[in-house]
C-alpha cells in the first residue's frame, strides 16, 4: 500500500504493442471493436504475462468503468491457452448473479479462441442444469451398473468457472467430481463487498482446499470422498525458501479488485496473499471516471418527486438510473412515476425484490433501450455494465462516498461522459458536501429545473390521483417508521404489529391502501406471514399502539410539574 503502482501514469497501449498476446486473442479483442488495452490493463498485462510473471499477486484500484473485467479476464486466458488436460483452473467469484452473468460474457468472447470454456455457478437455472454444463460424466454403456466403476471419469467441463459465493459453496459441498483442487488463478472481484460477507465461508474453504498437497485431508464431509471421483491430483509442495516457506507451490495466484478496494490490512489478510502488489490511479483512495459531471438539486422533500419528474422531462429520454435508499421507497417511486402518461418514457423497477427472471427480463429491456429509465435500487450499484447509460440520479443521497462512487459509475464508462444527479433536501447539503470531499471533489454544481415545470406538475399533482398514490405510500411508510421506532413497549411486540398495520391500513384514508394488493407490498406480506395474522390481536394492538402515547404524556407532565388531569 506504502509503495503502489500508479496506473494512472500509464497510457492506453494499441493490441499490436502487448507482448506476447496470442494471436488469436488479439483477433477475438479486435472482432469486439477493442484495438488497445486501457492503462489499468496494460498495467496487470505487465504484472502478469510481462516481465512481473505472476510473482505477485494483485490489488486492483481503479475508477468505475476502467476496464478491470478485461484486466484480469484477458492474462487468465492468455495463461490457460497453452493448458492440456481440462479441469477447473481458475474461479472468478462476485456478489451478485448479474453481475456473474455479465463477466462470464466477457470471458465468453474470448476464451473459446484458444479453446477453453467457461462456466458458470450463479443459481439462475435448476442445480441439475448447472452441474451437467460444469461436469461431465461418461455416458452409461450397456451392461454398465456400478456407478463406481465409471466414477473415476468425472470430470470438469470448464476452465474458468464465473461464481457466486452461494452456489459455489453447493458445488463444492454437493456436487461429485466439482473440484478446486485444480485451481491456479483466484480473481475476487468487488473485493471489499464480497470480504463484508462472509457467505457460508466460501473464502476459506476455497482457499483451504486449493492448498491441497499429497499429504491434506479434505476437511469437508463430502469432500473427503473427492479423491475417489477425480483421476487428477495436483500436488502442492511446501516451499522451503526465504518469503516462500510454508506455502504451497505451485501457488494459489490472486487479483482482487474494486473501484473501492479496502485499505483496510486485517480485512486484506483474509486473503492470504503473497506478497501483494497494489496497483491504483492516482494518490487520493477513491476516484471518479474521468468524464464525470457531477450536480445537485436542493428541494423540499414533499416536492422530491415533482422534482424527479421534471429532471427526467429534461433529460429528452436518455437511458437514465434512479437510485433509491431502499427496495420499498424503489417500488413507491416506480408506482408513482408510472402514473404521469405524460412522460412517454418506458420506467421500470429493478430490485433485489424481485424474482430473478424478472430482473433478468428488465435489464435485458433496459440493455436494448426499449426501457428508458430504471428505477433501481442498490441491487444495481456495482459493476453492472449497460452501454448508453448517460445519466444516474440519488433521488435518495447516498450516506456513503463508496455508494456514491459505484452508483455514479453506471455512467461515464470507459472515457464516455456522463452526469451524476442527487436530489437533496436543505438539510442534506452539508452532508453532501463532506461527502464528496471523501473522494477529494470539491466540484458539485447545483442544477435547476425550469420551475414553470414543477408548477404545472404540482397542478396535477394535487388534483390527480398521484397524490392520493403519494400519500397512500406515505401512510404505510410511517407505519413502517412507527414499527422500527425505538420505544421499548412496541419493540418486543414484533408480532403484534401486523396486526396494529392492518388496523391501522384498513382505517387509513387512502383508497390506495386498502387497494393495495398483499403482492404489491413485500413488507406487509412477509409482516403478516410472519404474524399469521388475527383479528382479534387488534384491539389489543391498540393498546400497545397507545401506551407509548401515554407513557410519554404522563413522563412529560411529571417532569415539566403540570397537574396531570
Ligand atoms: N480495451 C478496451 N477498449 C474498449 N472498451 C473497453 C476496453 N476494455 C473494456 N472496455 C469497455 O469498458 C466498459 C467498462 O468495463 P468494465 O465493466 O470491465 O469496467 P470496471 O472497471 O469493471 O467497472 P466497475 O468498477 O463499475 O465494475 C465495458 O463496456 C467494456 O466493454
Not at 507482448?19 to 502478469?48: C, I, N, Y
Not at 474461479?91 to 466477457?106: F, G, S
Not at 406480506?525 to 401506551?547: D, P, Q, R, S
Amino acid at each position: 500500500m506504502r509503495d503502489p503502482v500508479d496506473v494512472s501514469l500509464s497510457d492506453s497501449c494499441p493490441l499490436s504493442s502487448i507482448p506476447f498476446l496470442d494471436s488469436r486473442l488479439e483477433t477475438a479483442l479486435r472482432s469486439k471493436g477493442f484495438d488497445s488495452l486501457f492503462p489499468v490493463q496494460a498495467a496487470v498485462w505487465h504484472e502478469t504475462i510481462g516481465p512481473g510473471s505472476f510473482e505477485r499477486d494483485l490489488c486492483i484500484n481503479s475508477p468505475t468503468g476502467s476496464g478491470k473485467t478485461l484486466a484480469y479476464a484477458l492474462p487468465i486466458v492468455q495463461m490457460l491457452s497453452t493448458r492440456t488436460i481440462k479441469c477447473l483452473r481458475a474461479l472468478v467469484v462476485l456478489p451478485t448473479r448479474d453481475l456473474a452473468v455479465q463477466v462470464k460474457e466477457v470471458f465468453a468472447t474470448l476464451a473459446p479462441a484458444v479453446g477453453l470454456s467457461v462456466g458458470l455457478a450463479v443459481g439462475q437455472s435448476s442445480i441439475a442444469d448447472e452441474i451437467s454444463e460444469l461436469i461431465t460424466k461418461p455416458t452409461m454403456g450397456i451392461g454398465v451398473c456400478d456407478s463406481d466403476d465409471f466414477s473415476q471419469e468425472i470430470r470438469s467441463s470448464v476452465d474458468i468457472l464465473v461464481a457466486t459465493p452461494g452456489r459455489l459453496m453447493d458445488h463444492i459441498n454437493h456436487t461429485k467430481g466439482f473440484t478446486v483442487e485444480h485451481l491456479c488463478y483466484l480473481v475476487v472481484d468487488e473485493t471489499d463487498r464480497l470480504l463484508r460477507e462472509a457467505y457460508q465461508s466460501w473464502l476459506p474453504t476455497v482457499l483451504q482446499l486449493a492448498r491441497s498437497s499429497t499429504n491434506s485431508q479434505f476437511p469437508f464431509g463430502d469432500a473427503i470422498n473427492r479423491p475417489a471421483f477425480v483421476f487428477l491430483k495436483t500436488v502442492r509442495s511446501f516451499g522451503v525458501e526465504r518469503g516462500f516457506k510454508g506455502q504451497p507451490y505451485p501457488r494459489l495466484a490472486k487479483m482482487v479488485l474494486s473501484a473501492t478496494l479496502t485499505q483496510d490490512p486485517s480485512k486484506l489478510a483474509q486473503l492470504d496473499l503473497h506478497h501483494p502488489l497494489f496497483l491504483t490511479t492516482g494518490k487520493s483512495r477513491y476516484q471518479f471516471p474521468e468524464n464525470l459531471k457531477s450536480y445537485k438539486l436542493v428541494c423540499t422533500s414533499n416536492l422530491k418527486p415533482l422534482y424527479l419528474l421534471a429532471l427526467l422531462g429534461t433529460l429528452q429520454g436518455d437511458k437514465c438510473i434512479v437510485f433509491t435508499s431502499s427496495v420499498e421507497s424503489n417500488h413507491r417511486l416506480c408506482t408513482l412515476l408510472n402514473f404521469f402518461d405524460d412522460l412517454q418514457i418506458k420506467i421500470k423497477e429493478y430490485s433485489r425484490l424481485q424474482r430473478q427472471s424478472v430482473r433478468s427480463k428488465t435489464l435485458r429491456s433496459f440493455r436494448e433501450g426499449e426501457t428508458q429509465v430504471l428505477i433501481s435500487s442498490d441491487a444495481m450499484t456495482r459493476g453492472m455494465d449497460v452501454e448508453g447509460v448517460k445519466n444516474v440520479i440519488n433521488y435518495d443521497m447516498p450516506r456513503f462516498i463508496k455508494t456514491y462512487i459505484h452508483r455514479a459509475g453506471r455512467t461515464a464508462r470507459a472515457g464516455q461522459s456522463g452526469r451524476c444527479f442527487t436530489l437533496l433536501r436543505n438539510d442534506e447539503v452539508i452532508r453532501f458536501k463532506k461527502l464528496l470531499q471523501k473522494a477529494d471533489n470539491e466540484s458539485c454544481a447545483e442544477y435547476s429545473v425550469p420551475s414553470e415545470s414543477i408548477e404545472s406538475l404540482r397542478t396535477m399533482y394535487t388534483t390527480g390521483g398521484a397524490e392520493a398514490i403519494e400519500r397512500g405510500e406515505v401512510v404505510v411508510a410511517s407505519l413502517f417508521r412507527l414499527l422500527v421506532a425505538p420505544s421499548p413497549v412496541i419493540r418486543p411486540h414484533k408480532v403484534s404489529q401486523a396486526p396494529m398495520l392492518m388496523h391501522l391500513t384498513e382505517v387509513a384514508p387512502s383508497p390506495v391502501i386498502q387497494r393495495q394488493k398483499v403482492s404489491q407490498a413485500p413488507m406487509l406480506e412477509t409482516i403478516v406471514e410472519e404474524a399469521g395474522l388475527e383479528k382479534e390481536a387488534a384491539t389489543k394492538v391498540k393498546t400497545i399502539y397507545f401506551l407509548p402515547v401515554i407513557l410519554s404524556f404522563v413522563t412529560y407532565a411529571l417532569m415539566s410539574r403540570l397537574p396531570v388531569v
